[in-house]
């Protein structure tokens, strides 16, 4: 059992700048990637990005590649998502997944997440 918490999320201008963390606790050593995805109202949960706990490995969705930036905090088992360059597009609520350890993955892919955070609201303001 992990559990995963976002946080971050606000009101922000367009351009602005946002940090979000995912904070994990429980079995956090079964951990094997962390990712991060969105979902604005009427649209389909979108991937946005991920890392691996082992390697920090990054993946990006195309979306915001070269916008945001996913970082996992080694002191802690925290993973942050810093956006930059925040568009109007990018209002959403965000979501924090934890993978855990096993066979078979697609990490662009919610099906491939075993825990959910509850989500954190980013609204973007033109």
């Known amino acids: 059992q992990v559990q995963v918490v976002e946080s971050g999320g606000g009101l922000v201008q367009a351009g602005g700048s946002l940090r979000l963390s995912c904070a994990a606790s429980?079995?956090?050593?079964?951990?094997?990637?962390t990712g991060w995805f969105r979902q604005a109202p009427g649209k389909e949960r979108q991937f946005v990005a991920a890392i691996t706990w082992r390697g920090g490995t990054t993946y990006d969705a195309d979306s915001v590649k070269g916008r945001f930036t996913v970082s996992r905090d080694n002191d802690k088992n925290t993973v942050n998502l810093q956006m930059n360059s925040l568009k109007p597009e990018d209002t959403a609520v965000y979501y924090c997944?934890?993978?855990?350890?096993?066979?078979?993955?697609?990490?662009?892919?919610?099906?491939?997440?075993?825990?959910w955070g509850q989500g954190t609201q980013v609204t973007v303001s033109s």
């Open positions: 429980g079995r956090t050593f079964s951990i094997y990637a």
């Open positions: 997944a934890v993978k855990t350890k096993g066979m078979g993955y697609s990490l662009p892919q919610p099906t491939a997440y075993d825990y």
